[in-house]
């Protein structure tokens, strides 16, 4: 049992750090390489010389989709849902932003002219989200909808509306599993020449799929952090990968996590022995990790999760460190922000 509290993990950040836009290349991030005594200050393209051959990169293949939707109750209301995932045939789930709810069998009419039929609340009677029916006279299906009138689900700290800059940049240049509804923020940093170099160093690569979850931006609303619920996301580790890593092991190389995403699966996998489903792991300072030996992550919030689990991946101390060194070296902070490499403390 960690005995860290939420406060351990908050730290005052500058406004002005919270990167609003990619950078200009995504090669051209910031890279603050924590393996070593000292914090060095790096460019992202450089990864591959902290690399050696045989290593293995392990990525998070999901693909966001379009999830935010707009639309109108019978009354006239405005309302905005966002897909948190989708069903089999028309069904989907769904945050609801909307100033009273509607009654279940509500028939709202949607932005692009689909209709959203609530059906209640889910998973039970109780639950947080809602339940809704898509449906439309072309007969399309979810996917199809959010694709042609959904917008892209940035993050609540990201000011402006979505533009064709994040619908392209706001997705890894190898999605390929569409499912989430934020990106997987530490892979946004390769491209197409920086994949080819790795190859060519002889580094493997690998992927998983994790369809990240709004409830990745809940906070953390209890000092005592046990007591936190951790939200439901859906992941698989294909039979390939698996090979992979233990190919990896074998030989000596060190398998690299590209995000806390890629982090969440294999050790969901590792701790349940299922290869795919849904996992709520929490991973706090303590816990005892089972195949990843390097990470690549970006800057998270204060007070989150995802802080904890860097701080449990690394080292408390050391990574509240690294924090106060990028805040002061000013790094660009969170989704479209900048990166760092961490090693695994025994």
């Known amino acids: 049992m960690s005995a860290f509290t939420l406060s351990d993990f908050d ?3 500058p406004a002005d750090l919270v990167a609003q836009h990619p950078a200009a290349e995504r090669t051209s991030s910031r890279l603050l390489d924590g393996t070593g005594p000292v914090p060095v200050d790096r ?64 028939v709202l009419q949607m932005v692009g002219g689909f209709r959203a039929t609530l059906l209640g609340r889910w998973p039970d009677a109780n639950g947080a989200l809602f339940l809704f029916a898509f449906e439309s006279d072309a007969g399309e299906d979810p996917y199809a909808l959010m694709s042609r009138h959904g917008h892209v689900p940035l993050p609540p700290y990201i000011e402006h509306t979505d533009s064709a800059e994040d619908e392209s940049r706001y997705q890894t240049v190898f999605a390929r599993v569409p499912g989430a509804v934020a990106a997987p923020t530490a892979a946004l940093h390769f491209d197409e020449a920086l994949l080819a170099a790795l190859d060519a160093r002889g580094v493997q690569r690998a992927n998983v799929t994790l369809h990240v979850g709004a409830g990745t931006f809940q906070p953390v609303k209890t000092e005592n952090i046990a007591e936190h619920q951790m939200h439901a996301e859906r992941y698989e580790v294909p039979a ?26 294999l050790e969901s996998w590792a701790q349940s022995g299922e290869a795919s489903g849904d996992t709520r792991i929490f991973i706090t300072p303590g816990f005892a990790f089972t195949h990843v030996d390097l990470l690549v992550t970006n800057f998270h919030l204060p007070k989150s999760t995802l802080m904890m689990l ?34 695994r403390t025994l």
């Open 11 to 13: 730290f005052a950040l």
């Open 43 to 106: 460019i992202f393209k450089t990864l591959p010389s902290l690399l050696r051959a045989g290593d293995l990169l392990v990525f998070n293949d999901t693909r966001v989709v379009k999830a935010r939707l707009f639309g109108e109750k019978p009354t006239g209301g405005k309302l905005e849902l966002l897909v948190e995932r989708v069903l089999t045939g028309s069904e989907v789930v769904c945050h609801m932003k909307v100033s009273k709810k509607p009654l279940v069998g509500t």
């Open 310 to 343: 860097v701080s449990a991946f690394a080292g408390y101390e050391r990574v509240m460190a690294l924090y106060a060194h990028a805040i002061h070296a000013r790094y660009r902070f969170f989704s479209y922000g900048d990166a760092m490499l961490l090693e």
């Open 240 to 265: 390939a990968t698996q090979q992979a890593i233990a190919d990896c092991k074998a030989r000596g190389g060190r398998v690299v996590a590209i995000g806390t995403t890629t982090v969440r699966t």
